[in-house]
């Protein structure tokens, strides 16, 4: 399996996973990085031990400010990509299309619950059974809202 080194997540996707017993899939990161506004989104919420909560310095600090104020995102989201600022990773995993966007702003690769699902299966971390029960869950049992078309859109042949 082709580890990812480390990736910067918002709250939803790791909530997603979690609502649909997806959890395990996150086994994908050699680290997955939260700020401490995320960790505080995440209420009752067990982290996995790849997890690794990361403060803001004062710089990135004022830029999840300025960011929040001037894109329209919760702190969360702000700080998350002034996190993958901070530690200069790449990786940004957020299922708000609104930080998605501000995301690239910044030169960061955002990506979502659904292509962690994905990548899950091309590396052999889930089986095309539990990656085809996982997507099926996102759309009838999670808070994540996805079109049953998008579902369909994902190859049952894999």
């Known amino acids: ?67 929040a104020e001037s894109l329209g995102l919760g702190l969360g989201e702000a700080s998350a990509i002034a996190l993958a600022k901070q530690k200069r990773v790449r990786l940004f995993f957020t299922d708000d299309l609104g930080a998605r966007d501000a995301a690239k702003r910044f030169n960061l690769e955002p990506h979502g619950t659904l292509a962690i699902i994905t990548r899950a299966y091309r590396e052999n971390l889930s089986s095309k059974a539990e990656a085809i029960s996982f997507l099926e869950k996102i759309h009838s049992g999670s808070s994540l809202y996805v079109t049953t078309d998008l579902v369909a859109s994902f190859p049952h042949n894999w």
């Open 1 to 67: 399996m082709a580890r990812i080194d480390a990736a910067v997540f918002d709250a939803g996707p790791l909530i997603h996973l979690k609502e649909i017993g997806a959890l395990g899939t996150l086994a994908l990161f050699t680290k997955v990085v939260l700020s401490g506004q995320v960790r505080d989104e995440l209420l009752d919420f067990s982290l996995p031990k790849n997890c690794a909560v990361i403060e803001l310095d004062g710089r990135a600090k004022d830029m999840a400010k300025i960011v």
